[in-house]
């Protein structure tokens, strides 16, 4: 089969494009791989007290089936104890960035001791979530201390400011 000078052009604009994408694309991973010598995302933001960056870290790890390994590095030995690495069913607990699929809108608050996270959002079958998280500091480390999950009427009843766990069960 032989191709029109017009259907040549298209494929070699096609090709071009496809080209370009993936060297935008490799340029993209390249330019936002963390320096080895700088510190990591979750190490600044453990410096910073960022804690909706400290829930990206969390995911991840999450993600990458490594949290019950670093679960220290994570959450607070009393929220530990509320988990048993052994029982399957205990585990939901250590992978709280699974509850909310798709975030709509975060709020936080901190001191100098603690502070809240708060994730508008909706959970994997699209029912609209909101997710409370405390944060306590303990030896220069932000790390998870409790986590309340509610799910919500519908997006009116998302919050507009950092909710802590323990004032989210009265709400």
Known sequence: MKCTTRQTVAWRCLAMLAGL?????????ASHAPPSD???????AQAEGDL????????AAVDNDSIVQRRADFFTERYL??????D?????RLKLTQYVDRIDSYHQQRDDRSGCLTL???????EPVVLAVRYAKQADRWLVDDVHLGF???TLDFVDQP???DESDSR
């Open 21 to 29: 994408l993936m060297l935008g694309g490799c340029g993209w991973m």
């Open 38 to 44: 700088k510190p990591s995302g979750e190490s600044l």
């Open 52 to 59: 909706f960056r400290l829930y990206v870290a969390l995911s």
């Open 81 to 86: 104890l509320t988990v048993d690495p052994g």
């Open 88 to 92: 399957e069913s205990s585990l939901y």
């Open 120 to 126: 508008n959002g909706y959970e994997a079958s699209n």
């Open 152 to 154: 919500a009427g519908s």
């Open 163 to 165: 909710v802590c766990p």
